[in-house]
């Protein structure tokens, strides 16, 4: 999306301090930071992200936006992360957005993934009540952004408040997934989000559609093997096709929440469903109850999250070549240790607006099954599916 570049860079060129000075319009800049720590208090129990030492490097982050009025229905807004992961750092954002008219609007560029509910503020702590973001719904293969387009329609009627989105773009990015990074491609994918609001209720559907690719997860050489060895027998071509990440995945949101003066419920349920044998499909949701006394908020939630292969790998047989069966153990032992990432947890959680814009929030977390999910060809850290998790934060906007 050449244009797409060269449209932003003429955008960002006419918000130089030159032309800034000669219109009545100002850079608007704005940021959010939050400190994570947390810890495990149950014994020998360890994840990728925190283990029995007090960390504060895995969710500690920096944000800062910039937005620039080009005229009364163009902007330029550009959003730049610094993550403790360094990997993850620079930027986030940078779109055009066009107002049509009241109800319609347009942007362009470097957008959020409008995936989950949250995915607007997925960075900005202060504005969900966790610490961390339910991993049985977050946490997954999916990217934070993309570059491409999003139309978003919105009206009042009678009422009810009603917003539709619809986008379409592409994606090349690293993710992090159980500490290991990838390099994920999506050639073309789209969406559309629908939500609807009335008083203290509120309502989002969403559904994403895309071919989805990982090009390295650590299975090249067996691929290759595999390929050149299916010529003389042509099950091994067939097995290394099912090792590679690629193919058509659809995913599926839903939310519905009620708030009142002091109080509010809330839940979220994912699916995600593709064509890739390596890759589980999901099924995920969450329920959250909160209760607010001034400036102290206390919640209860409960998340779940099911999964399970779309095939099963066949077992294959050796050849009485030393290399080609040292290949072939490795895949029946991938095949036969595939993991199913099944597990559910419950957080205890307290918050304390402190004054408005800094914010102190901690839970406890008591965690059942396999919270993270990684590749079968990931090694990760064991434990013995009972955890307690201790996590803190202090969560900051300006």
Not at 49 to 67: I, M, P, R, V
Not at 165 to 181: F, K, M, R
């Amino acid at each position: 999306m050449r244009f797409v570049q060269v449209l932003l860079s003429a955008a960002l060129l006419s918000a130089s301090p030159t032309v800034a000075s000669a219109n009545t319009n100002e850079i608007n800049f704005s940021g959010f930071a939050r400190l994570v720590g947390g810890v495990m208090l149950s014994e020998d129990d360890a994840l990728s992200t925190y283990d029995k030492d007090l960390k504060f490097n895995q969710h500690s982050l920096l944000g800062l936006q910039a937005s620039y009025d080009l005229n009364p229905d163009l902007s330029v807004t550009a959003q730049v992360l610094g993550k403790t992961q360094s990997s993850n750092s620079g930027l986030e954002w940078l779109y055009l957005k066009y107002h049509l008219n009241d109800n319609w609007q347009i942007k362009l560029g470097k957008l959020h993934t409008p995936f989950f509910d949250y995915s607007d503020v997925i960075n900005v702590g202060y504005a969900y009540p966790w610490v961390v973001l339910p991993t049985e719904i977050y946490d997954s293969f999916f990217f934070s952004s993309f570059t491409g387009g999003l139309a978003e329609y919105t009206s009042l009627l009678a009422e009810y408040n009603v917003s539709i989105q619809a986008y379409v773009g592409q994606v090349d990015e690293t993710i992090s997934v159980a500490g290991e990074e990838f390099d994920v491609d999506l050639d073309y994918f789209n969406g559309i989000a629908f939500q609807l609001s009335r008083g203290s209720f509120n309502a989002r559907l969403s559904k994403t559609l895309g071919n989805y690719r990982v090009d390295d997860v650590g299975l090249n050489p067996v691929i290759d093997a595999f390929t050149e060895m299916g010529q003389q027998w042509p099950v091994f071509s067939s097995v290394s096709e099912s090792l590679r990440v690629e193919g058509d995945v659809e995913f599926t949101q839903l939310s519905l929440s009620y708030e009142r003066l002091n109080w509010y419920l809330k839940g979220e349920w994912i699916d995600i469903s593709h064509e890739i044998d390596l890759l589980t499909e999901l099924t995920g949701y969450y329920i959250i109850a909160g209760y607010q006394h001034n400036e102290f908020t206390y919640h209860l939630t409960f998340s779940e999250r099911r999964g399970h292969y779309i095939s099963n790998f066949p077992v294959l047989p050796t050849i009485g070549d030393p290399e080609a069966d040292y290949l072939i153990g490795a895949y029946n032992q991938v095949s036969q240790d595939r993991p199913i990432f099944n597990s559910s947890t419950i957080i205890l959680g307290s918050r304390w607006d402190y004054q408005p814009g800094l914010a102190f929030k901690l839970d406890l977390s008591f965690i059942s099954g396999r919270p993270e999910i990684h590749l079968p060809t990931i090694e990760h850290t064991d434990f013995d599916r009972q955890a307690t998790l201790l996590t803190g934060s202090v969560e900051w906007v300006f």
